[in-house]
């Protein structure tokens, strides 16, 4: 019957998905995944494929062409676009950022102008410019400006913003800005009061791509920085109240988390399926290392980090499909599923001894990918913080 639960988690539905999703990561993306890395390149077939399965309008309402996804599918889909390129995930997500907060910040207008395109031919392909240069891990502390000028009811946007997950192909940008009077001054003097979210066309003038940067994995994301110069944006392009930006941001941020949480335990899991194989094939002093007691030590300790860090993903979709504060759930999952994968995938590379240190492996590949989980969407230490203050109430 659908709806009805199979095992203790996943809907008929959302099992069909999990399948439908693996056998393209299976077949389509890991295939291609090293070459990729390696060339730096992002495949674009992939995320036609992506858009062929209806993948890119995941988190897109229904009435817009779009998947209409919940919190559990959205984790699943991460997970198992993780375990085939953590990259093309990586891409999707941030396409699901922008898509989200159009579908939950903008007009009606504006969802019918941008979310049916998005969500059937996934382009143009979405953009989430919050950090910036020397405002990370505190978002507070921007200095990007939005100045309102009434004589063209328009924003003038002035800045930079830094690490941004589809800089070179994205076509439109979420943007973060401070909202500033003609004479520089915050609009109501006040930091994180002033700060407001904008739809932002990547034709725009005044928009500029910078540089793609050179990173130790997730290669095949081209991750840039993106300026804004005198970029005049229409006022009707503002989704949020002046000054009710940072709170959108942390909400929509919140699912994000979840997002990389689940993409931690995909790559997990990959790293996890490569050692087993490894190891039943690898012979030493006579038999298989997988017989070999301190090897299988190693595959219990892996084995019950991805299981453990899924329950944390589940957990926190859980309360967030419940209507639960969900907040201190989504750290928790992100903080141990990108631990978790970052040890598998360390032991990944053990087991697999002096071959694992080279390319003709993938767990090279996913060792120097799952660092990056430990890092977007909010560090360790942040949601630490964040975890600390749910359980001290301050």
């Known amino acids: 019957m659908t709806g009805a639960r199979v095992g203790s988690s996943l809907t008929d539905e959302q099992e069909a998905i999990r399948e439908l999703v693996r056998e393209f990561a299976v077949e389509e993306l890991r295939p291609g995944a090293g070459e990729a890395d390696e060339a730096e390149s992002f495949p674009e077939d992939a995320w036609d494929g992506l858009a062929e399965l209806g993948l890119t309008g995941l988190t ?11 919190e559990t599918t959205y984790a699943v889909v991460n997970e198992e676009l993780a375990y085939g390129h953590l990259a093309v995930a990586t891409a999707l997500s941030v396409h699901c950022l922008a898509t989200s907060c159009i579908a939950e910040f903008g007009s009606e207008a504006q969802r019918e102008r941008w979310l049916p395109e998005m969500a059937a031919a996934g382009r143009p392909v979405g953009m989430f410019c919050l950090s910036e240069p020397h405002a990370g891990s505190n978002p507070a502390e921007m200095s990007t400006t939005a100045e309102y000028d009434p004589e063209t009811d328009e924003y003038v946007l002035n800045g930079e913003k830094q690490w941004i997950t589809n800089g070179t192909r994205g076509g439109v940008a979420i943007v973060f800005a401070k909202a500033v009077d003609p004479d520089g001054e915050n609009a109501d003097g006040d930091d994180t009061g ?3 979210q904008f739809l932002v066309p990547a034709d725009a003038e005044g928009f500029e791509v910078g540089k793609k940067e050179e990173k130790l994995g997730l290669r095949a994301s081209d991750t840039t920085g993106i300026s804004f110069g005198d970029c005049r944006v229409p006022a009707e392009n503002r989704l949020t109240q002046e000054g009710k930006g940072l709170s959108a941001a942390f909400r929509t941020l919140t699912g994000g988390r979840i997002g990389i949480a689940a993409q931690a335990v995909g790559v997990a899991r990959a790293a996890l399926d490569e050692a087993t194989a490894y190891a039943a094939e690898r012979e030493q002093f006579g038999e298989p290392i997988a017989e070999i007691q301190t090897i299988r030590h190693k595959f219990a300790e892996m084995a019950t980090d991805v299981s453990a860090a899924r329950l944390l993903v589940r957990e926190a979709c859980r309360q967030a499909e419940a209507g639960e504060d969900n907040r201190v759930a989504a750290s928790k999952a992100k903080y141990r599923a990108s631990e978790a994968a970052m040890s598998v995938t360390n032991e990944a590379v053990q087991i697999h001894g002096g071959y694992g240190y080279t390319t003709d492996f993938d767990v090279e590949r996913l060792y120097r990918d799952a ?18 203050r749910g359980v001290l109430g301050k």
């Open 194 to 196: 002033s700060i407001t």
């Open 60 to 70: 897109v309402p229904e009435a817009y062409g779009g998947f209409d996804a919940g």
């Open 371 to 388: 660092k990056i989980t430990e890092i977007y969407e909010g560090t360790t230490e942040i949601q630490k913080t964040i975890i600390a």
